[in-house]
Nanobody
Framework: VQLVESGGALVQPGGSLRLSCAAS????????MSWYRQAPGVERELVAR????????NYADSVKGRFTISRDHAKNTVYLQMNSLKPEDTAVYYC?????????????WGQGTQVTVSS
């Protein structure tokens, strides 16, 4: 199983970035996909989630209206479009896949990609 994030960068406040997470080694369409983030000294927090069926989404209040999560089943990839970025969005962003195999929960994580918002 692999989740490989990309797209992190240094960006100015008000700028945009699109993160990508390429998945392999499991049945992508069967898993809910999420983006989490963790800033130094802070617990990892859920940023956005997209369901495996129906494409329903939910977002942290802090990013609603600015971030959009989407998934492409043909490419086994999940995206996070981030607009109007703020310094407080600075963190390592992690991709997560969550699902069930034979009744047992499975959670997979990527290695993270750094997003820094600063002038």
């Amino acid at each position: 199983v692999q989740l490989v994030e990309s797209g992190g960068a240094l960006v100015q406040p008000g700028g945009s970035l699109r993160l990508s997470c390429a998945a392999s080694g499991f049945t992508f369409r069967s898993y809910a996909m999420s983006w989490y983030r963790q800033a130094p000294g802070v617990e990892r927090e859920l940023v956005a989630r997209i369901a495996n069926v129906g494409g329903g989404t939910n977002y942290a209040d802090s990013v609603k209206g600015r971030f959009t999560i989407s998934r492409d089943h043909a490419k086994n990839t999940v995206y996070l479009q981030m607009n109007s970025l703020k310094p407080e969005d600075t963190a390592v962003y992690y991709c997560n896949a969550a699902g069930y195999v034979l009744g047992s929960r499975r959670d997979y994580w990527g290695q993270g990609t750094q997003v820094t918002v600063s002038s």
